[in-house]
């Protein structure tokens, strides 16, 4: 009788310990699902936790895994495109000289030998100074250390946990802060926000671009647009003439390749081109399509950058300043850029012009003046002869 009280006593222990043991996993799994309902609650709230947050924020929280996978893959693309335009444009000079130079002394008046030798080697020294300038130079950074008493830092960067002077913001390839940010060359697409992509087909310098490398990125835009339009119109007779050789290539030999099938002791095959005569039509227009193609791209980005330099904005500080336009036209007020001098003045600005001879010293000729103040503070520069009133900076 008392191993049966026994057998039921430790059946019923039994049976009740599974009944904790299960209750003690459904509390678990409860309190758990409600752990993520909590924290997911809280990640929704996050995106539109303040009035300055909008769709824009929702979207580049959703999409910074993506814009991390891009910073981290793209950096490694530049050394390549760097070869990349190096080999480009060497091959271009290259059949310059090996094809067109002596077809050029042997055909041309004097008078246009002249000027093609002149304008052409100018342009080229222009176009390898600049380029060299753009991708050696260094942006510029803040002082990795506190910031002196007397420079303004309008924010706190959020990854650098520094002081941020005006119009410098975080470059997530370079990984730290630069002075006057304008972008950093990658061949992807550059969001700074969902509904206003900015495209940046740049990867060809291997360096962000901004307070001290910024003229030499678009001078070299410049030079190489106009070295590529001088090409292609100077070229525009002798592509269509290596064109219509190519053309007749093929004909001739369609045409042997029929001779020889059906040939017969009175056929003879037709003439055929040498490999130099085939060489020298297929790099002119290798050379002509190359220039046009790159003087059509690099052409409307180069104005593109016209457009913010005369605006006094860099290609961050325009989406910025689109923003606060919209948000003061709400409240009936106007917005003043305050790094704008006007059309002259900006352009004076940027290329470091402060007397009439530097339009030669500094434009025309190679320079390596420094840009026009530290990037740390902007103070109305000399050559602008208005002063305006100061503004709040952004």
């Known amino acids: 009788?008392?191993?049966?009280?026994?057998?039921?006593?430790a059946v019923m222990r039994f049976f009740l310990k599974?009944?904790?043991?299960?209750?003690?996993?459904?509390?678990?799994?409860?309190?758990?699902v409600g752990q993520l309902w909590l924290y997911g609650r809280l990640c929704l709230r996050s995106l539109v936790y303040n009035s300055f947050a909008n769709g824009d924020t929702a979207l580049d929280a959703l999409f910074e895994p993506i814009y991390w996978l891009v910073d981290h893959v793209t950096r490694w693309f530049g050394v390549v495109?760097?070869?990349?335009?190096?080999t480009l444009t060497s091959s271009v000079v290259v059949i310059v000289y090996v094809c067109l130079l002596p077809?050029?002394?042997?055909?041309?008046?004097?008078?246009w030998i002249f000027w093609h030798f002149i304008y052409g080697h100018w342009n080229l020294v222009m176009i390898v100074f600049h380029y060299y300038m753009a991708i050696t130079t260094q942006p510029g950074f803040p002082p990795q250390q506190q910031l002196k008493s007397d420079v303004a830092a309008v924010s706190i960067c959020r990854k650098c946990i520094a002081p941020k002077p005006a119009r410098t913001h975080h470059c997530s390839i370079c990984n730290r802060c630069v002075l006057k940010m304008d972008h950093h060359c990658r061949i992807l697409l550059q969001a700074h926000s969902w509904t206003d992509l900015g495209v940046s087909w740049t990867a060809w310098l291997n360096n962000c671009v901004g307070h001290f490398n910024h003229r030499y990125f678009f001078s070299f835009m410049l030079f190489m647009t106009m070295g590529c339009i001088y090409s292609s119109v100077s070229g525009w007779d002798l592509f269509w003439e290596a064109y219509a050789a190519i053309e007749k290539m093929k004909l001739l030999d369609k045409g042997r390749l029929h001779v020889t099938a059906n040939q017969t002791y009175s056929?003879?095959?037709?003439?055929?081109?040498s490999f130099r005569q085939r060489a020298f039509h297929k790099s002119?227009?290798?050379?002509?399509?190359l220039c046009s193609s790159v003087a059509l791209a690099l052409g409307a980005l180069m104005l593109w950058h016209s457009v913010l330099i005369t605006r006094g904005e860099t290609s961050i500080e325009r989406h910025i300043n689109r923003k606060e336009r919209k948000r003061l036209r709400l409240k009936g007020k106007v917005f003043q850029n305050p790094y704008n001098y006007g059309p002259l003045g900006n352009w004076k600005v940027f290329l470091g012009v402060e007397t009439q001879r530097h339009w030669v010293t500094r434009v025309l000729l190679p320079s390596t003046h420094p840009p026009y103040g530290s990037g740390l503070s902007w103070e109305t520069p000399p050559c602008i002869v208005e002063q305006k009133t100061p503004l709040l900076t952004i």
Do not use: D, E, N
């Not at 495109?81 to 190096?86: E, N």
């Not at 077809?103 to 008078?111: A, D, G, H, I, S």
């Not at 056929?267 to 081109?273: A, E, S, V």
């Not at 002119?284 to 399509?289: D, E, K």
């Open 1 to 9: 009788m008392r191993s049966r009280q026994r057998m039921y006593s």
């Open 81 to 86: 495109f760097v070869a990349l335009v190096i």
């Open 103 to 111: 077809l050029v002394l042997q055909t041309y008046p004097l008078l």
């Open 18 to 32: 599974c009944l904790r043991i299960g209750q003690r996993r459904r509390f678990w799994l409860t309190k758990h």
């Open 267 to 273: 056929q003879t095959p037709p003439p055929t081109f």
């Open 284 to 289: 002119i227009v290798y050379a002509w399509v």
